[in-house]
């Protein structure tokens, strides 16, 4: 059996491809780093960030193996046979409505990670702001049991948002 004309269509394949290029693909394993893509004629990865604009704890919570998904090349390296892969890049950017409407606003949000800097409250779809732990003890005697914990609801205030590196600074109310 002559491999040669596999490895040709492969590199064809790889050459082929842009940066940037929309593809279509379907997941056939997924790891805790990401998703590897059955593109066909070659594999390509979705690593975790590439996933989904909000936080997720597994790639599995997003994708699952079998699902077809249409995905943008983000790199190719000709020399390794490898290609990453982005799926949030073609849905909406949620951070981006949120910075235009929600700044000095107060919401309410889960804790979805406890810190020793603060916790991080979900105060949208896909996005998450620091409420430091001095703004947690202001005004009260500072008992760490009196901590707020993942799941909890908050009332605070959208206080700062870097829309550069994606940061939202909360307050108490």
């Known amino acids: 059996m002559n491999e040669e004309p596999d490895a040709d269509a492969k590199r064809d394949f790889l050459t082929g491809l842009e940066v940037g290029q929309v593809v279509r693909g379907r997941i056939f394993h997924v790891e805790n780093f990401g998703?590897?893509?059955?593109?066909?004629?070659?594999?390509?990865l979705i690593t975790v960030p590439q996933l989904s604009w909000g936080h997720?704890?597994?790639?599995?919570?997003?994708?699952?193996?079998?699902?077809?998904?249409?995905?943008?090349?983000?790199?190719i390296d000709l020399a390794r046979a490898q290609i990453w892969l982005s799926l949030k890049s073609l849905q909406p950017d949620p951070f981006k409505d949120f910075a235009r409407t929600q700044l000095d606003n107060t919401v309410r949000g889960q804790v979805s990670k406890v810190t020793p800097i603060?916790?991080?409250?979900?105060?949208?779809?896909?996005?998450?702001?620091?409420?430091?732990?001095?703004?947690?003890?202001?005004?009260?005697?500072g008992d760490r049991d009196r901590m707020p914990e993942v799941g909890d609801e908050v009332s605070v205030r959208i206080a700062t948002i870097n829309y550069g590196k994606r940061r939202v600074g909360l307050l108490n109310p």
């Open 56 to 75: 997720i704890d597994h790639p599995a919570d997003i994708v699952r193996v079998g699902q077809e998904v249409t995905v943008t090349v983000l790199d």
């Open 118 to 141: 603060g916790v991080f409250v979900r105060v949208g779809e896909g996005v998450e702001g620091l409420l430091p732990t001095s703004e947690l003890t202001r005004g009260g005697t």
């Open 35 to 44: 998703a590897f893509v059955d593109l066909g004629m070659v594999e390509g």
